[in-house]
């Protein structure tokens, strides 16, 4: 019996590396074969779905899958253990544009930052070569925001917000983006924020959008009213199998959200599936805008979300409380990847070093692990030898790693600081995993502020 699961699992993975080589190609009338009949197409891999999975390598995926998935109902905006939605993926070193573009359309955030370096997808847009002012004007139509503040890990941010790094960063990296931003920055300045919005709303339609999506993308419900009564079909979907209520949900920030509570009556087909990730997310960014704003500028939004949490039968995800530093730590996931994810969560400061060795060898295993493997080794030297000499010496303290586990981090050391592309991704992802063993054979909390650290 065990033998057969064996040769089940085997034959299921030889599938979805199948499956995978056909996406890549584009081939999707032969990998939705596989999927009709042998795959789950909404299967979650780990903390992916097929869209993170076929953009791995984004620069080798073809568009026609990414439209594909998305039409089967692959969450677009799904987001992993990195915090990566596929968009994020999609423009690793500015590989994919057209799968960048399709990822906008479907709702793809480009404001979202990684738990690594916390780039940006807007940002990588201003550092691509050869400048591309089209994506860079289809980001910031998108909502892409050069004012939100934010942090970066790997290189010093030169100012409070992305524009103000780019036009303090005198490299000729940020040239031709510095030079758009600054008259960008100019308009908005004159006009207000809406100006660039309403100039280039156009950008937000898609070809197969009717009059209704176009009053739909402007939240003007008189508008939505009207098309609904000179008989325009709600259900009619566009061309990534979107209604008018989707797209709606896809493009909705958390000002539209009192216009939503009417629109969605308005549009409302009983659908619920295809929207529940959307108002997740809105709910995201209200705990997030929560944070600057006073209980007087929340309560209308924070009624409007409820209303659609409940209509749509959404199931907000628990949130995750950091650890109060005092008591010994209580895993709870199951699997070295999402044990990592959540101590990541606990533990590690947005910015800086953490204040336990605990979250210190967590922090320092996943930066390692997203500059070699998600970076392509471009920041590798001398300070990243150093964080890796740090978590070797962090394995040999509290209750050591064993010694077979020490010598077999050590050679991974030698390895790296002989060449980088001596060691494979599963020989660094070996380190995550010793990060998570240790943390596990240490859950009594050990302050970091009596450890000489190296900050970075």
């Known amino acids: 019996?065990?033998?057969?699961?064996?040769?089940?699992?085997?034959?299921?993975?030889?599938?979805?590396?199948?499956?995978?080589?056909?996406?890549?190609?584009?081939?999707?009338?032969?990998?939705?074969?596989?999927f009709s009949s042998e795959l789950d197409i909404h299967e979650i891999m780990g903390t992916w779905n097929w869209l993170h999975k076929i953009l791995i390598?984004?620069?080798?995926?073809?568009?026609?899958?990414?439209?594909?998935?998305?039409?089967?109902g692959v969450n677009p905006i799904l987001k992993d253990e990195y915090n990566m939605a596929p968009l994020n993926w999609a423009m690793t070193n500015g590989k994919n544009i057209e799968a960048a573009k399709i990822l906008?359309?479907?709702?793809?955030?480009?404001?979202?930052?990684?738990?690594?370096?916390?780039?940006?997808?807007?940002?990588?847009?201003?550092?691509?070569?050869?400048?591309?002012?089209?994506?860079?004007?289809?980001?910031?139509?998108?909502?892409?925001?050069i004012y939100k503040e934010y942090?970066?890990?790997?290189?010093?941010?030169?100012?409070?917000?992305?524009?103000?790094?780019?036009?303090?960063?005198?490299?000729?990296?940020?040239?031709?983006?510095?030079?758009?931003?600054?008259?960008?920055?100019?308009?908005?300045?004159?006009?207000?924020?809406?100006?660039?919005?309403?100039?280039?709303?156009?950008?937000?339609?898609d070809e197969a959008d009717s009059p209704l999506y176009e009053a739909v993308i402007d939240f003007d419900i008189l508008k939505i009213k009207k098309f609904l009564d000179?008989?325009?079909?709600?259900?009619i979907k566009n061309s990534l199998n979107y209604t008018s209520l989707v797209k709606a949900f896809s493009i909705c920030k958390l000002e539209n959200l009192s216009a939503m509570v009417e629109i969605?009556?308005?549009?409302y087909d009983g659908t619920t599936d295809s929207i529940k990730a959307f108002i997740i997310r809105l709910d995201e960014w209200l705990d997030e805008y929560s944070k600057f704003k006073d209980n007087s500028e929340l309560i209308e939004k924070r009624e409007a979300l409820n209303y659609?949490?409940?209509?749509?039968?959404?199931?907000?995800?628990?949130?995750?409380?950091?650890?109060?530093?005092?008591?010994?730590?209580?895993?709870?996931?199951?699997?070295?990847?999402?044990?990592?994810?959540?101590?990541?969560?606990?533990?590690?400061?947005?910015?800086?070093?953490?204040?336990?060795?605990?979250?210190?060898?967590?922090?320092?295993?996943?930066?390692?692990?997203?500059?070699?493997?998600?970076?392509?080794?471009?920041?590798?030297?001398?300070?990243?030898?150093?964080?890796?000499?740090?978590?070797?010496?962090?394995f040999k303290m509290g209750t050591p790693l064993s010694k077979e586990y020490l010598e077999r981090a050590e050679e991974i050391e030698d390895d790296l600081d002989e060449n980088i592309n001596a060691v494979t991704d599963d020989e660094i992802e070996l380190l995550m995993q010793y990060a998570v063993k240790w943390v596990q054979q240490n859950l009594k909390l050990i302050p970091i502020e009596k450890i000489e650290c190296y900050k970075c």
């Not at 033998?3 to 089940?8: E, P, R, T």
């Not at 995978?20 to 190609?25: A, M």
């Not at 996931?333 to 947005?350: A, K, R, T």
């Open 308 to 394: 659609l949490i409940k209509k749509f039968e959404v199931e907000l995800p628990k949130k995750m409380e950091r650890h109060n530093e005092k008591s010994k730590i209580k895993i709870k996931s199951i699997g070295w990847q999402n044990q990592h994810s959540e101590l990541w969560e606990q533990f590690v400061p947005e910015i800086g070093v953490a204040e336990t060795l605990q979250g210190e060898v967590i922090r320092l295993s996943g930066k390692i692990a997203y500059e070699i493997i998600d970076n392509a080794g471009l920041n590798w030297g001398k300070k990243y030898k150093e964080l890796l000499r740090n978590l070797i010496k962090y």
């Open 1 to 34: 019996m065990e033998k057969s699961n064996n040769l089940d699992e085997s034959y299921i993975k030889n599938l979805k590396s199948k499956v995978w080589e056909l996406l890549k190609k584009g081939e999707v009338e032969e990998a939705d074969k596989i």
């Open 151 to 205: 942090k970066r890990y790997g290189t010093a941010i030169l100012g409070k917000n992305l524009y103000e790094h780019i036009q303090n960063n005198r490299l000729d990296l940020f040239k031709e983006a510095g030079e758009y931003l600054f008259e960008y920055n100019k308009d908005i300045e004159k006009y207000g924020k809406d100006y660039f919005i309403n100039k280039y709303k156009s950008l937000l339609k």
């Open 57 to 72: 390598e984004p620069e080798d995926t073809n568009p026609i899958s990414i439209e594909y998935l998305i039409k089967k």
């Open 104 to 145: 906008l359309k479907a709702g793809g955030d480009p404001n979202l930052a990684d738990k690594g370096v916390r780039e940006i997808p807007l940002y990588k847009v201003c550092y691509m070569k050869p400048f591309n002012k089209e994506l860079l004007e289809l980001f910031l139509s998108y909502g892409g925001d």
């Open 264 to 267: 969605s009556d308005l549009l």
């Open 230 to 235: 000179e008989g325009y079909d709600k259900n």
